[in-house]
């Protein structure tokens, strides 16, 4: 695991929102999810290091899909655009 900083500011101090764990894969850890204290941005203050990422995302992850360009079926192009777009909206909404 490593500890980081904001990814935006890469300030080092975070307000502590929740502590979360992997349950997908029953992967050890915790992860402290945070709002940086000087941009607020809210990302995970530890987190698998780059030699530890493909146990939690190994190739049986569900959530994991190929890029939308490379869908074979333009139709699935267009609803995963389209959906990408409604989720986007409904953030902007929930932020405002």
């Known amino acids: 695991m490593e500890t980081t900083n904001c990814s935006f500011c890469q300030e080092e101090k975070g307000e502590l929102l ?7 894969f029953d992967n050890p850890g915790e992860f402290p999810v945070v709002s940086c204290g000087n941009c607020g941005l ?3 203050q530890t987190r698998p290091s780059p030699q530890e990422i493909g146990k939690y995302y190994p190739p049986e992850y569900l959530p994991y899909r ?3 360009q ?3 079926l333009w139709i699935m192009q267009w609803m995963r655009q389209r959906n ?13």
Do not use: F
């Not at 929740?18 to 997908?24: C, H, R």
């Not at 990408?84 to 405002?96: H, P, Y």
């Open 84 to 96: 990408i777009g409604k989720r986007v909206n409904q953030i902007e909404a929930a932020v405002s």
């Open 66 to 68: 190929a890029a939308i």
């Open 18 to 24: 929740l502590i979360t764990k992997e349950i997908a």
């Open 42 to 44: 809210i990302y995970l």
């Open 70 to 72: 490379d869908e074979s």
